[in-house]
């Protein structure tokens, strides 16, 4: 295993999931991993499910709709509305669940990405508010806290693959 700080952080009290992540990559790329759909749709789902977006507008207001899809084909869709982006640093995003004709089900939870680069690594720190307890504990039951370590991985082993291009 490599030394690259990642810390996970679930605290009930504030509702609130926090996590820090160190990848060896410069912060283009890693920005690119998370707002471009076409790379993120390689790497945030934990396998064996896989992501699909159905459109991704990344822009103040744009919004992505996407699925996360089982092995068998079932299909879990949420989506993504950007509310406000500092390009390379900073963006905030709402996020719901969803059916599949976009019908957003709240309460959802706000998500603020913050992302610097030192010594050609790359930190991405993370702050996930959801609007109620209920919300949160259902993301905990549906394995969030394992399917996101997951995701890191995936992402850490896509970022060595595309560093090498």
Same mark, same amino acid.
């Given at each position: 295993m490599n030394n690259l700080l990642f810390d996970f952080t679930v605290d009930k009290a504030t509702k609130t999931v926090t996590i820090h992540r160190e990848f060896d990559a +410069? !912060? @283009? !790329?890693? #920005? *690119?991993? %998370? /707002?471009?759909?076409?790379?993120? *749709?390689? #790497?945030?789902a934990p396998k064996p499910w896989s992501s699909k977006t159905?459109?991704?507008? %990344?822009k103040v207001g744009g919004k992505r709709f996407?699925? $996360?899809? @089982? =092995?068998?084909?079932q299909e879990r869709w949420a989506i993504q509305e950007y509310t406000s982006i500092n390009p390379k640093t900073n963006f905030k995003m709402f996020n719901a669940f969803?059916? +599949?004709? +976009? &019908? =957003?089900?709240l309460p959802g939870s706000d998500w603020d990405y913050t992302f @610097?680069?030192? *010594?050609?690594? /790359?930190t991405v720190h993370i702050s996930i508010?959801? +609007?109620s307890f209920e919300r949160m504990e259902r993301m !905990?039951? $549906?394995?969030f806290t394992e399917g996101y370590k997951a995701s890191m991985? &995936? !992402?850490?082993?896509l970022l060595a693959t595309l560093s090498k291009k």
């Open positions: +410069e !912060l @283009s !790329l890693v #920005w *690119d991993a %998370f /707002t471009k759909a076409e790379i993120l *749709d390689q #790497w945030v159905k459109y991704q507008d %990344f996407y699925a $996360m899809v @089982s =092995p068998e084909g969803a059916d +599949e004709n +976009e &019908n =957003p089900q @610097s680069e030192q *010594d050609g690594k /790359t508010y959801n +609007e !905990l039951e $549906m394995g991985i &995936n !992402l850490e082993n």
